[in-house]
């Protein structure tokens, strides 16, 4: 047979032994990672187990001091400090310039005094505006500076009176505080091992230098509350914008009228005159008619004389009407009427083509006169129109450049204004400013040593040895339950070999 299992280890007592180790390690390893450290500036030291802060001799040093101090006189009270008090202004300005119109109306009195008003060149009615304008001179007073002066009634801060009382406190002041510092524990190792005290203490140079910081601070600090009445006098007074110049105005009324286009100065729409065009040329019957009775009416005295002297001609000469000498003479007097009948109707047509062309002609020359009086009067108009649009456009141009200067001007004196409601609050804000700077200028620099590097503890792993231990138990519980089965079964199969074994001797 084999040997027995080996008992199982105790893994829960290993656990907390592992524990134990973890704790012992953290703090070697504390003790390696935060040595003491020296410098030029000063030393960090590292101890364990110092008796821990004397709370309850603090908190009886405290009560003491506290029960004292009631005894002792009380700080003053800022609020004690506010008054009515009377600020004196004066207007310097106002006197100046008060005081230049006054010698400068002394100066011209005296060079009026000079001149002779009875010289040369002078009459009555300069000599009266003369003595008028000595006598308006004389009248003018030299200005009196009460008049300039103004007292002003307000409520502030007394600064004077409470820094006397602040400092009357301080020095009756008959103790300090307590100082927790005075309350720390000693590195005697009377205390918990596991806490470090961590103390940093300066060289004499550092510690000098860190001393002088602290007394600038508190010099720079006792500025800065001095100048607190100033701000609360600034904060109780409202923004004053007096001396902010006014808003900015668009001034428009220097813009002028919009220019307008004036139609008035126009010369009348040019119209075409026919009025003066002579009547269309006639070529008709009328106008040869004319000329041809003209002309008959001429000739027909001539005519009448003619046919009588031949009628009586011919009645000399025995030849009487009817006869064939009679109307043979006849025919050739008529013959010569119908020539000069025929030579009229020439006439007249040759006078009524001419006095056709020479209407034609006239009525031509007519309605070129009108045609070039129509154009002369277009021409005028157009010329009219020319000017008044240019006048037109330099009104428009003069317009354009007064509104940009106005713009210009507006937009300088919003600029002029906004810079001075900037310096108004530039002022209204400098102590404040001034009082930010003197107790934020000089911060306290401390020499820097290594931080304290802490360290953590691994916890013991109780749980992981608890289950350890179990299954350690189990697999136990597992072969022993597996040893007892197998031999169960090794003494069935035994039992059963035995009873075929019978049963074959029996046959």
């Given amino acids: 047979m084999g040997g027995s299992a080996p008992k199982a280890p105790d893994y829960a007592a290993q656990a907390e032994k592992q524990g134990e180790a973890n704790i012992e390690a953290s703090r070697v390893s504390s003790r390696l ?3 003491n450290v020296i410098t030029p500036y000063g030393t960090q030291t590292i101890t364990y187990g110092d008796t821990p802060f004397d709370q309850a001799g603090y908190d009886a040093a405290m009560a003491g001091y506290q029960e004292r101090s009631l005894a002792a006189p009380k700080a003053p009270n800022r609020a004690d400090f506010n008054q009515d008090y009377t600020t004196d202004s004066f207007d310097q300005s106002g006197y100046d310039t008060a005081m230049s119109d006054y010698n400068k109306n002394a100066a011209e009195r005296a060079r009026l ?3 002779n008003p009875y010289g040369t060149g002078w009459n009555t009615t300069r000599q009266n505006q003369h003595f008028q304008q000595l006598a308006d001179l004389q009248d003018i007073a030299a200005p009196n500076r009460d008049a300039f002066s103004s007292s002003t009634q307000n409520t502030g801060f007394d600064a004077t009176g409470y820094n006397t009382a ?4 301080n020095a009756g002041q ?4 307590p100082d927790r510092a005075n309350f720390m524990g000693a590195a005697d190792g009377g205390g918990d091992q596991d806490i470090p005290t961590v103390r940093q203490s300066l060289s004499p140079a550092s510690q000098s230098l860190y001393d002088q910081e602290l007394r600038i601070n508190a010099a720079l600090g006792n500025t800065a509350e001095k100048g607190l009445a100033t701000i609360d006098q600034m904060l109780g007074t409202p923004f004053d914008i007096s001396q902010v110049r006014d808003k900015a105005q668009f001034q428009d009324q220097t813009l002028g009228q919009r220019p307008k286009f ?4 126009l010369r009348d729409k040019a119209q075409f005159d026919d009025s003066n065009i002579r009547n269309q040329a006639q070529s008709g019957q009328q106008a040869w008619n004319n000329a041809y009775n003209a002309q008959m009416q001429r000739n027909q005295p001539f005519e009448d004389r003619r046919r009588d002297r031949l009628t009586n001609q011919l009645s000399n000469q025995g030849i009487f009407a009817g006869s064939e000498a009679y109307q043979e003479a006849m025919r050739d007097l008529e013959r010569g009427e119908t020539d000069f009948r025929l030579g009229a109707q020439q006439n007249a047509t040759a006078q009524q083509q001419a006095q056709f062309a020479m209407d034609m002609q006239g009525r031509q020359q007519d309605q070129q006169e009108a045609q070039q009086q129509y154009a002369r009067g277009i021409q005028g108009r157009l010329a009219d129109l020319g000017e008044q649009q240019a006048a037109f456009g330099m009104g428009m141009q003069d317009r354009q450049n007064a509104f940009a200067e106005q713009q210009a001007r507006f937009g300088m004196d919003t600029q002029s204004r906004q810079d001075d409601l900037s310096q108004e609050a530039y002022l209204r804000q400098l102590s404040l400013n001034e009082l930010n700077a003197l107790r934020m200028g000089n911060q306290i620099q401390n020499p820097q040593f290594q931080g304290f590097q802490g360290q953590s503890v691994a916890p013991a ?7 350890a231990q179990y299954n350690a138990a189990l697999d136990a519980s597992n072969a022993k339950n597996a040893a007892t089965g197998n031999l169960i079964s090794g003494g069935t199969s035994l039992a059963s070999a035995g009873m075929g074994m019978a049963g074959m001797f029996a046959m």
């Avoid at 602040?166 to 406190?169: G, H, P, S």
């Avoid at 008959?174 to 505080?177: G, Q």
């Avoid at 004036?262 to 100065?265: A, F, G, I, T, V």
């Avoid at 792993?461 to 289950?467: K, L, V």
């Fill in 33 to 35: 990672s935060n040595p």
């Fill in 113 to 115: 005094e000079k001149i």
């Fill in 166 to 169: 602040l400092n009357r406190y």
């Fill in 174 to 177: 008959p103790e300090l505080a």
């Fill in 262 to 265: 004036d139609p008035s100065q």
């Fill in 461 to 467: 792993p109780i749980m992981q040895g608890a289950n």
